[in-house]
């Protein structure tokens, strides 16, 4: 089923005049901007372009149509009654900039929002400003950087990674000017205590964790973890990527950690995939609290007013224009408020039984799993390398095939410590019907894997294009399509 | 299995290194590495005049899975860097012990080259990491 592009459909001379302006562009627009030119647009009818999109729409792998076990992606479903309170007329009619005296009762929500973060995390301060998980990051560095700054600890510029932290972290790192050191992780998934200790030191910006991390599994000793990092004068980074495997049941704060980034796209259940908008909303302990990024709600006794800079003068700053990704925030509080406390602990407890379901179903059916001797957290690794190695199918391949049984691929070969590896996390909004279904895939494509490798070799076979080779759109960007004639 | 050719060093970490008739170092990374990686569609080679550490990474291979350091295994300035893979990152892949060389290092110490794993020590290390 290919679709073509809507310039393909196109014929010179049609359109649809129902979409045009009332009032002609050259009696709004001065004649000096007005284009030399007209733009390149499709000229189709109204029903071509409505069929063009609707089938395009037909061809997504969604949530809403597929069990989609992106690991570390958290892609949970998304109730459709966030969806209908976020689109109240009151509140997608407000402008961000209206006076805080007419805007009371979204500024309550917004604060009632950083109030349920922070029991929720353990923390003491939280800012929902940025507008994703990456500036959520990024707001975190800061902070640590801006907490030693002043303090005139100008020597901590090193942030130290476990090579099992989510991929963003030495990123995030870099991009905040400062030095990654990474230290191993041991064979039983947890951080190696020597090796840190080998690295802390005068120069020790902080440490940036996942807790579970990448490989699915939680940190044990985590609390020796903050003694050593704070013992030597540095600060805890938690990642907030695996939230949704401790919800309810363990908080960051009282692990010990400074500050956290939240995705509220992954854990409190706004859409993402496609490019967002997501949302990173950060917490902190007691001692960043002056440099959390602006601007925040606060509330004077029965009024609630944004706090900016003037009442925060030790701020990173703004990240954005105004306050946030408003539309998402919305989401994520209805979604916490429909859940409640219990309900946020069936979250984690359940995200945390299917996935440990689905590893034993697995291990069951002969996968390799990468850490047998531990509990899976919200998710788990398969290796394939046996049946890359005897069978010539690497875990592409099996991604690939899966996508023809109508599945959407579990993260492939990350994290990069694991060979050929497939990470898989189901999230707790999937029947157990829904988890037997893709074992039986898994187990059918693993049967071909043996028999016919040349069925996941050349996957997928159903779907609109075939198997893209990423090597040359990689090498040969090409992002604008022109006309062949133009 | 990967080719591991007898003449060279190498690092756990999937380096390879030859020392020069001049006393400089080559280095590189493993057949093996460039198969785990796959096609490589980057390469970042540092510049020539740097002073590296051993242990510093100093290099990136990006494939469409991964990028990943690469590790100098010894101490010293950068003489040169493989300014054909700019263009031509998959030389990495297809002759990763010969064009596909990534820099050029002149070492402090030479003893840091000597502390370098030997082809039967880095294919027992292979072994070990695929049984």
Redesign the interface.
């Given at each position: 089923m290919h679709e073509k592009l809507i310039f393909e459909h196109a014929a010179p001379g049609r359109s649809a005049d129902a979409q045009y302006p009332r009032v002609p562009v050259e009696a709004t627009v001065p004649t000096s901007l007005l284009r030399a030119t007209p733009p390149l647009l499709p000229e189709v009818s109204e029903l071509q372009a409505v069929r063009h999109y609707t089938r395009l729409s037909q061809l997504n792998f969604s949530i809403d149509t597929h069990f989609y076990p992106l690991g570390s992606c958290t892609m949970k479903y998304n109730p459709k009654a966030c969806n209908q309170y976020a689109m109240l007329p009151e509140l997608l009619g407000r402008h961000p900039l209206a006076p805080e005296s007419t805007g009371q009762g979204v500024l309550q929500i917004l604060f009632e929002l950083q109030e349920m973060l922070k029991e929720v995390t353990g923390m003491r301060g939280v800012s929902l400003t940025p507008m994703a998980g990456a500036q959520g990051e990024f707001a975190g560095v800061a902070m640590i950087r801006a907490y030693h700054r002043a303090r005139n600890d100008l020597a901590r510029t090193e942030i130290i990674v476990p090579d099992a932290a989510h991929g963003t972290n030495p990123a995030t790192a870099t991009m905040c000017g400062c030095t990654v050191r990474e230290i191993p992780t041991q064979s039983n998934g947890d951080i190696d205590l020597e090796a840190l200790k080998g690295v802390v030191g005068p120069h020790t910006a902080g440490i940036m964790l996942t807790n579970p991390s990448t490989i699915g599994v939680f940190e044990r000793r985590i609390r020796e973890v903050a003694e050593i990092v704070h013992g030597a004068g540095g600060l805890l980074y938690y990642d907030g990527a695996n939230l949704n495997a401790i919800l309810g049941k363990v908080r960051p704060g009282d692990m010990g950690f400074d500050v956290i980034h939240m995705n509220l796209h992954k854990t409190f259940s706004t859409p993402h995939g496609g490019g967002g908008p997501g949302s990173g909303a950060v917490g902190v302990s007691e001692r960043l609290l002056p440099f959390l990024p602006v601007p925040i709600v606060g509330r004077d006794g029965e009024r609630f007013r944004w706090l900016d800079q003037q009442d925060l003068p030790q701020t990173i700053g703004r990240l954005s224009n105004f306050m946030g990704n408003t539309g998402v925030l919305l989401r994520a509080y209805v979604y916490m408020r429909m859940l409640g406390r219990d309900g946020m602990q069936r979250v984690s407890e359940f995200a945390t039984l299917n996935a440990n379901y689905l590893m034993a179903r697995l291990q069951a059916a002969g996968f390799e799993v990468a850490y047998p001797e531990r509990r899976a957290s919200h998710e788990f690794i398969v290796t394939l390398?046996r049946e890359a190695?005897e069978w010539e199918t690497n875990a592409m391949d099996f991604a690939k095939r899966l996508l023809d049984y109508g599945f959407h691929a579990p993260t492939?070969?990350?994290p990069?410590l694991v060979?050929e590896c497939l990470l898989i996390e189901p999230t707790e909004t999937e029947p157990k019907e829904e988890l037997d279904a893709f074992v039986d895939a898994m187990i059918a494509i693993r049967k071909e894997a043996e028999t016919e490798p040349a069925k996941l070799q050349g996957a997928p076979w159903t779907l609109p294009v075939r198997r893209l080779d990423?090597?040359r759109a990689?090498?040969q960007l090409d992002l604008t399509w022109k006309p062949a004639t133009a | 299995m990967s080719n591991v050719p007898a003449d060279l060093r190498y690092l756990k970490s999937h380096e390879w290194a030859r020392l020069e008739g001049d006393g400089t170092v080559t280095i590189g990374i493993s057949d093996h590495a460039q198969q785990a990686l796959g096609d490589l569609v980057f390469v970042e080679a540092p510049e020539v005049g740097r002073r590296v550490s051993a242990g510093e990474a100093c290099a990136v291979v990006e494939s469409v899975k991964a990028a990943s350091d690469i590790y100098s295994p010894v101490t010293g300035e950068v003489i040169a860097s493989n300014v054909d893979l700019g263009g031509q990152p998959e030389l990495v892949n297809s002759d990763p012990y010969g064009a596909g060389w990534i820099m050029r290092v002149r070492p402090e110490d030479k003893a840091q080259f000597s502390a370098m794993l030997d082809a039967k020590a880095y294919q027992a290390a292979l072994a070990a990491e695929t049984h």
């Amino acid at each position: 089923m290919h679709e073509k592009l809507i310039f393909e459909h196109a014929a010179p001379g049609r359109s649809a005049d129902a979409q045009y302006p009332r009032v002609p562009v050259e009696a709004t627009v001065p004649t000096s901007l007005l284009r030399a030119t007209p733009p390149l647009l499709p000229e189709v009818s109204e029903l071509q372009a409505v069929r063009h999109y609707t089938r395009l729409s037909q061809l997504n792998f969604s949530i809403d149509t597929h069990f989609y076990p992106l690991g570390s992606c958290t892609m949970k479903y998304n109730p459709k009654a966030c969806n209908q309170y976020a689109m109240l007329p009151e509140l997608l009619g407000r402008h961000p900039l209206a006076p805080e005296s007419t805007g009371q009762g979204v500024l309550q929500i917004l604060f009632e929002l950083q109030e349920m973060l922070k029991e929720v995390t353990g923390m003491r301060g939280v800012s929902l400003t940025p507008m994703a998980g990456a500036q959520g990051e990024f707001a975190g560095v800061a902070m640590i950087r801006a907490y030693h700054r002043a303090r005139n600890d100008l020597a901590r510029t090193e942030i130290i990674v476990p090579d099992a932290a989510h991929g963003t972290n030495p990123a995030t790192a870099t991009m905040c000017g400062c030095t990654v050191r990474e230290i191993p992780t041991q064979s039983n998934g947890d951080i190696d205590l020597e090796a840190l200790k080998g690295v802390v030191g005068p120069h020790t910006a902080g440490i940036m964790l996942t807790n579970p991390s990448t490989i699915g599994v939680f940190e044990r000793r985590i609390r020796e973890v903050a003694e050593i990092v704070h013992g030597a004068g540095g600060l805890l980074y938690y990642d907030g990527a695996n939230l949704n495997a401790i919800l309810g049941k363990v908080r960051p704060g009282d692990m010990g950690f400074d500050v956290i980034h939240m995705n509220l796209h992954k854990t409190f259940s706004t859409p993402h995939g496609g490019g967002g908008p997501g949302s990173g909303a950060v917490g902190v302990s007691e001692r960043l609290l002056p440099f959390l990024p602006v601007p925040i709600v606060g509330r004077d006794g029965e009024r609630f007013r944004w706090l900016d800079q003037q009442d925060l003068p030790q701020t990173i700053g703004r990240l954005s224009n105004f306050m946030g990704n408003t539309g998402v925030l919305l989401r994520a509080y209805v979604y916490m408020r429909m859940l409640g406390r219990d309900g946020m602990q069936r979250v984690s407890e359940f995200a945390t039984l299917n996935a440990n379901y689905l590893m034993a179903r697995l291990q069951a059916a002969g996968f390799e799993v990468a850490y047998p001797e531990r509990r899976a957290s919200h998710e788990f690794i398969v290796t394939l390398r046996r049946e890359a190695r005897e069978w010539e199918t690497n875990a592409m391949d099996f991604a690939k095939r899966l996508l023809d049984y109508g599945f959407h691929a579990p993260t492939t070969y990350f994290p990069l410590l694991v060979p050929e590896c497939l990470l898989i996390e189901p999230t707790e909004t999937e029947p157990k019907e829904e988890l037997d279904a893709f074992v039986d895939a898994m187990i059918a494509i693993r049967k071909e894997a043996e028999t016919e490798p040349a069925k996941l070799q050349g996957a997928p076979w159903t779907l609109p294009v075939r198997r893209l080779d990423d090597v040359r759109a990689a090498k040969q960007l090409d992002l604008t399509w022109k006309p062949a004639t133009a | 299995m990967s080719n591991v050719p007898a003449d060279l060093r190498y690092l756990k970490s999937h380096e390879w290194a030859r020392l020069e008739g001049d006393g400089t170092v080559t280095i590189g990374i493993s057949d093996h590495a460039q198969q785990a990686l796959g096609d490589l569609v980057f390469v970042e080679a540092p510049e020539v005049g740097r002073r590296v550490s051993a242990g510093e990474a100093c290099a990136v291979v990006e494939s469409v899975k991964a990028a990943s350091d690469i590790y100098s295994p010894v101490t010293g300035e950068v003489i040169a860097s493989n300014v054909d893979l700019g263009g031509q990152p998959e030389l990495v892949n297809s002759d990763p012990y010969g064009a596909g060389w990534i820099m050029r290092v002149r070492p402090e110490d030479k003893a840091q080259f000597s502390a370098m794993l030997d082809a039967k020590a880095y294919q027992a290390a292979l072994a070990a990491e695929t049984h």
